[in-house]
C-alpha cells in the first residue's frame, strides 16, 4: 500500500493551491456572487482564469479537452480547488456539471458528446440533472418517480415536474429521469430553451456557491427525438448509479477543502488571539478542538483515496462510497463546526470565510443520499453478506 502522490500529480496540486490562492480567493467577496451563487458572468471570468492556466475540467478525458484524471488524481486536485468556495466553478468541476460530464462520458454517443458535451468540457456550457421531485414523486427513492415520458411516434413528451434542481436557472442542457409507461426509468437529454420546459422559479437555500442556485422546474409534453435518449430506454435507474457513486465521492473531496480551509483559519486565530493571559490554543478546550479536527480531516481523506483507489481498480465501490459520503459529510460538517465556535463573533459574522463555509457545507449531508439512506443501504448489504457467509 503506497501512499506516495505522483511526482506529476504532486506538481498539479501545487499549480492547482497557486491558482486558487492567488486567481481565485481575491474573487470571493465580489458582488457577482448573489443568493443564487455565482453570476454566468463571474463563472465565465473564472472559467477563462482556469483556461489560461491549464487547468480547466481536468477530470474529462484527454479525448474531450480535459486532463483525463484518475479518481485518485481527482481526490488531490479536488481538494484543493474546494480550498475555495468558487474553486469547483473556475476549474469547471462544480455539482451538478461534474456527474454530469462524467455520466456524459461513460453513455452518450459521439453525436451527443460533440452536441452538448464538449461545449461543457471546454466550460462554454453548463448543465443540470433533473430527478428530484417534490411529494410524492422521486427524492432519495429514486423509485418513486412520477415524471412520465410517453412515446409519440419517434419522440418522447416529457410531463411533470422536478425540484431542487442545481444550476437549473441559466443551464444549457437538462439530463431528465422520467418513467416509462412499463415503470422502468430512462434519461433523455434536452436544450433548456424548448418550449416544453419551464423554470417556475429559483428556490431560497442556505448554501448559495452554486452557479444557477436550485430550480423548480415544469415539464409540460417536452417533446424529446428518441435519438436523444441517454444510453438505452429503460436503463435510467442503473445509470443513475454510474453517475452519482463517483459524484458522490468527489462532493466529499471538494468539501474537505472547505473544511481544511475553515481548520486554517481557526488555527491561525487561535494561535494569535489572547483571552485569560494565553493564547486561545493554549486552552485544552480549544486545543482539542483542533487535534479532532485534524484526526476528521485526516480520516476523511483516507476514505477519499481508499475508495478513490477501489474506482480506479475497476471495483463499482457503491458500499465504499456511501461509507465515505456518510464519514466525510458528517467528519467535514463536524471540523466547519467546531471552527465556528473557536472564532466565536468571527465566526457566525461574514468577517472570515468560515461562516459561508458553515451554511454552504449543511446540505453535504443532504446531497446526492441523505446520511440515514446510505446507512440503511449499508445496513443492507451487511445483513445480506453476512446472510450469505452463513449459508456457506
Not at 79 to 108: F, K, R
Not at 242 to 267: E, F, K, N, S, Y
Amino acid at each position: 500500500m503506497n501512499f506516495d502522490i505522483p511526482p506529476d500529480i504532486a506538481a498539479l496540486r501545487e499549480r492547482t493551491r497557486q491558482f486558487i490562492a492567488e486567481q481565485v480567493i481575491p474573487l470571493e467577496t465580489d458582488p457577482r456572487h448573489g443568493a443564487h451563487g455565482p453570476s454566468e458572468d463571474l463563472r465565465k471570468e473564472l472559467v477563462a482564469r482556469a483556461r489560461a492556466a491549464g487547468l480547466l475540467t481536468p477530470h474529462a478525458s484527454l479525448e474531450m479537452g480535459g486532463l483525463g484524471l484518475s479518481h485518485i488524481a481527482k481526490a488531490v486536485v479536488f481538494e484543493e480547488a474546494g480550498y475555495s468556495n468558487l474553486g469547483p466553478t473556475a476549474l469547471n468541476i462544480h455539482a451538478p456539471d461534474e456527474g454530469n460530464i462524467h455520466l456524459m462520458e461513460e453513455v452518450a454517443t459521439l453525436a451527443q458528446k460533440e452536441r452538448w458535451l464538449r461545449p461543457q468540457v471546454a466550460g462554454l456550457t453548463r448543465s443540470c440533472f433533473a430527478m428530484t421531485e417534490p411529494a410524492p414523486g422521486a427524492g432519495a427513492d429514486p423509485s418513486m418517480l412520477t415524471t412520465t415520458a410517453v412515446r409519440d411516434g419517434d419522440d418522447y413528451l416529457i410531463s411533470g415536474g422536478k425540484w431542487f434542481i442545481t444550476g437549473a436557472d441559466g443551464a444549457d442542457y437538462a439530463i431528465v429521469m422520467a418513467r416509462m409507461e412499463d415503470g422502468t426509468a430512462t434519461m433523455f437529454l434536452t436544450d433548456m430553451d424548448e418550449p416544453g420546459i419551464r423554470l417556475e422559479r429559483s428556490m431560497d437555500a442556505m448554501d448559495n456557491c452554486f452557479t444557477g442556485g436550485h430550480g423548480v422546474l415544469c415539464f409540460d409534453n417536452l417533446r424529446v427525438p428518441a435519438a436523444d435518449v441517454l444510453g438505452e430506454v429503460g436503463q435510467g435507474f442503473r445509470y443513475a448509479q454510474v453517475r452519482l457513486a463517483p459524484a458522490r465521492l468527489t462532493h466529499c473531496m471538494r468539501w474537505l477543502g472547505q473544511a481544511r480551509r475553515a481548520h486554517d483559519i481557526a488555527l491561525d486565530y487561535a494561535s494569535r488571539r489572547q483571552a485569560f493571559g494565553k493564547p486561545l490554543a493554549e486552552h485544552e478546550g480549544v486545543g482539542f478542538m483542533l487535534a479532532d479536527n485534524d484526526i476528521d480531516l485526516h480520516t476523511a481523506r483516507l476514505h477519499i483515496w481508499h475508495t478513490a483507489w477501489l474506482l480506479d481498480q475497476g471495483q463499482k465501490g457503491g458500499f465504499e462510497s456511501s461509507r465515505a459520503k456518510v464519514a466525510c459529510s458528517e467528519a467535514e460538517w463536524r471540523v466547519v463546526d467546531r471552527c465556528v465556535q473557536i472564532l466565536g463573533g468571527q465566526g457566525v459574522t461574514a468577517e472570515t470565510p468560515v461562516m459561508r463555509i458553515f451554511m454552504d457545507m449543511r446540505a453535504f449531508r443532504i446531497y446526492d443520499g441523505p446520511s440515514e439512506v446510505h446507512r440503511w443501504s449499508m445496513a443492507r448489504k451487511l445483513v445480506h453478506s453476512a446472510q450469505k457467509a452463513a449459508q456457506g
